[in-house]
Nanobody, 123 residues
Framework: QLQASGGGLVQSGDSLRLSCAAS????????FAWFRQAPGKDREFVAG??????RVSDPARGRFTISGDNVKKTVHLQINNLRPEDTAVYYC????????????????????WGRGTLVTVSS
């Protein structure tokens, strides 16, 4: 089970740290990723991590940082300098398979999803 938290209403330029706690799930050797879905748009990949290897999407690079805590089985997404276009529901996801790192952006490969946490950025 994945539990996402940390969203909220913030202003442009603020920072947020989203967290995703994985209970009852293996952590090491499995991919974890953050996706987001803005109003009226498709869900998109934001960042992923597996055993310390990280990938961040082009739109997120420079402001988004993903990290993992193997002991607490938690994945964090640090978002700095938030912009109104970052407004979205942010979902964390993992897979029951030890996916190759090259597939970490493919949302069809994930079969465990958290309920999402809403981030709203006002201008």
């Amino acid at each position: 089970q994945l539990q996402a938290s940390g969203g909220g209403l913030v202003q442009s330029g603020d920072s947020l740290r989203l967290s995703c706690a994985a209970s009852g799930r293996a952590f090491r050797d499995y991919p974890f990723a953050w996706f987001r879905q803005a109003p009226g748009k498709d869900r998109e990949f934001v960042a992923g991590i597996k055993n310390g290897s990280r990938r961040v999407s082009d739109p997120a690079r420079g402001r988004f940082t993903i990290s993992g805590d193997n002991v607490k089985k938690t994945v964090h997404l640090q978002i700095n300098n938030l912009r109104p276009e970052d407004t979205a529901v942010y979902y964390c996801a993992t897979s029951s398979l030890r996916l190759p790192f090259g597939l970490i952006e493919d949302e069809t490969r994930y079969d465990y999803w958290g309920r999402g946490t809403l981030v709203t950025v006002s201008s």
